[in-house]
């Protein structure tokens, strides 16, 4: 064996990088390399610490980490020897500086994203307030939730708001608080249906929806929507469950008719099924109060009801709920022990502080009426200025608005022009399974300001204008 007393290197003091790691990085490279070959002793370390100025317990501290990374062996009264490794190839500096650059900033977003709630309007102060009185009354609750369920004062105070705003009477055991309205909607799938299963989604609809049903290997039965809402399955009795938007229909609009959610009760029933009521942004009803609920209707016997936080204050919370029928709290436990919660502890007891001050209820009725200021000016311009171009049915409700198209106009094309300008429309062509005779743009309002409006607008008159021009010419 040999011994080398010097490892040709140097320490660079003004690195932000610990001595003892640019020594570990010296003596790896050279063990990798070979320029230190198996069985290769190295310098004690008293003589190395003293070669290169620096304490010897910090040559100690190199040593062992090289042992324990398997560079180095160590015997007591040999000191410390190269071990043997397989020729690797260390990635290159450039590589690595390539991995480990910082993204620059993120690029404004121009309006109409849909469903984004506008957090310059949110109570930042007194939701900090509600944070800070939980952190000091009761710490534990941001960090134990108590149940599998989620936290029992939100759930308690949920099911104070869906009482007075849906008309829904559920006692809290019934409540589980989950992480937004895709967890719940995820879980009831995995609670409720079994690979090879059928479920029922409305056509057009919610696309997160289509993709959770392939991942859980089921099949889809498309349900058509017209002038009532979403048909009922006609496949006798193989669909073991339907997803319905019936208070606000996504993404078209439009409520379900009476008639037709009795209907759905009534299917159900008599199928042994389940109805999934997705009520994602109920609360934005921009004349009179919010339709009630179909789980209300029901009493919860053949429903479940999932709501969300995220449309009142942002996707970044990521809280939501569901509430479930009294036979089924069994199983929907049983899943949430198999597959564990995803909501975080931290924000449910401050949420439900807020909701219990009231601040909850002053922020959503503030926002409804500076969201309901914004579609107007929207739909105002629209019908002004844009109506050549398509046409809109006004719903009085939701977060969004459909422009649908008139012939001349392709949803893909003016979304993909748009988006080129900064602009965010979605086609609305893109929700509808087979051959979609839908032909539209779906424009989110709530984010955004008339002046920011403004400016999009005149922007997507410019791509209307260039679209027809050019199939013109």
């Known amino acids: 064996m040999t011994q080398t007393s010097w490892l040709a290197f140097s320490i660079d003091r003004t690195s932000k990088t610990p001595v003892f790691e640019q020594i570990c990085a010296a003596i790896r490279k050279r063990a990798i390399s070979g320029e230190l070959s198996e069985g290769t002793k190295l310098p004690p370390t008293r003589v190395f610490a003293a070669d290169v100025g620096v304490s010897r317990s910090t040559i100690v501290t190199a040593y062992e980490q090289l042992v324990a990374e398997g560079y180095l062996d160590s015997l007591q009264g040999s000191g410390y020897t190269v071990c043997a490794l397989c020729e ?35 109570p930042h102060r007194q939701w900090a307030k509600a944070v800070s009185r939980v952190c000091r009354t009761n710490p534990q609750a941001m ?17 104070a708001h869906v009482s007075e705003w849906r008309g829904i009477e559920a006692l809290p055991h019934q409540i589980m608080v989950t992480a937004g309205s895709t967890d719940a909607l995820e879980i009831c799938l995995r609670t409720l ?35 009532s809402g979403a048909k009922l399955p006609t496949d006798a009795g193989l669909t073991r469950l339907v997803v319905l938007t019936p208070s606000h229909q996504y993404p078209l609009g439009g409520a379900m008719s009476p008639s037709r959610r009795l209907e759905y009760l009534q299917w159900a029933t008599k199928e042994d099924a389940w109805v999934v009521e997705d009520d994602y942004d109920s609360e934005f009803r921009y004349s009179g109060r919010p339709i009630p609920a179909m789980s209300g209707f029901d009493n919860l016997n053949r429903t479940i009801y999932i709501g969300s936080f995220s449309k009142i204050f942002s996707n970044s919370l990521r809280l939501g709920y569901a509430i479930v029928p009294e036979p089924l709290i069994a199983r929907f436990r049983t899943t949430m022990r198999r597959f564990g919660l995803k909501a975080s502890f931290m924000p449910q007891q401050a949420l439900a502080e ?95 300001s008339e002046e920011e409006m403004e400016l999009a607008l005149e922007l997507l008159k410019t791509c209307f204008c260039e679209a027809r021009s050019g199939h013109s010419g």
């Open 88 to 122: 690797v190839e260390l990635p290159s500096k450039t590589k690595r500086a390539q991995l480990t650059l910082e993204e620059g900033p993120e690029k404004k977003v121009l309006p109409f994203e849909a469903s984004q709630p506008d957090m310059r309007l949110f």
């Open 354 to 448: 807020f909701m219990a001050s009231g601040e909850f209820y002053r922020h959503l009725r503030r926002v409804r009426r500076t969201y309901g200021e914004r579609r107007k000016f929207l739909l105002e311009r629209l019908a002004l200025e844009f109506s050549q171009f398509g046409y809109v049915r006004d719903h009085q409700a939701g977060m969004q608005i459909v422009f649908h198209l008139t012939e001349g106009c392709k949803d893909t094309e003016i979304a993909r022009r748009a988006s080129e300008q900064g602009i965010t429309v979605v086609p609305l062509s893109i929700f509808s399974k087979g051959n979609s005779v839908y032909n539209g743009l779906i424009m989110g309002f709530c984010a955004y």
């Open 193 to 227: 249906l079994k690979k090879g299963d059928t479920i029922g989604l409305e056509n057009p609809g919610y696309l997160p929806m289509r993709h959770f049903a392939d991942a859980h290997g089921l099949f889809t039965n498309f349900l058509a929507i017209d002038e």
């Open 143 to 159: 960090l134990v939730g108590g149940s599998s369920f989620g936290n029992f004062e939100l759930r308690r105070a949920i099911a």
